[in-house]
Nanobody, 121 residues
Framework: EVQLVESGGGLVQPGGSLRLSCAAS????????MSWVRQAPGKGLEWVSSISNGGYTRSYSDSVKGRFTIFRDNAKNTLYLQMNSLKPEDTAVYYC??????????????WGQGTQVTVST
């Protein structure tokens, strides 16, 4: 079965940085585009970033463009999100999943536990 284990979140001050990791198993990781999505308190799922299966193409939401970098290590079945210049608006639970921007995330049924990112003074 698909297993996704997110880690790396925590409490950070505005302007700080975090690196999130996603350990994937149960599917052919290297054959799938991957995304990070997040859910802020009281909000729905928001797509954040995606990367093509080979890592050559990256996409970002307007809200994080220029601050976040998505990358992957297919040999380790691991997806990463480097988050710099963090803002309070980035506070959310962050999830990884196979797919990209146009994926119907509400129909995805194999979410991991997510990792909490809190940006606050």
């Amino acid at each position: 079965e698909v297993q996704l284990v997110e880690s790396g979140g925590g409490l950070v001050q505005p302007g700080g940085s975090l690196r999130l990791s996603c350990a994937a198993s149960g599917f052919t990781f290297s054959a799938n585009a991957m995304s990070w999505v997040r859910q802020a308190p009281g909000k729905g799922l928001e797509w954040v970033s995606s990367i093509s299966n080979g890592g050559y193409t990256r996409s970002y939401s307007d809200s994080v463009k220029g601050r976040f970098t998505i990358f992957r290590d297919n040999a380790k079945n691991t997806l990463y999100l480097q988050m710099n210049s963090l803002k309070p608006e980035d506070t959310a639970v962050y999830y990884c999943a196979p797919g990209e921007r146009s994926t119907s995330w509400s129909r995805f049924g194999s979410w991991g536990q997510g990792t909490q990112v809190t940006v606050s003074t």
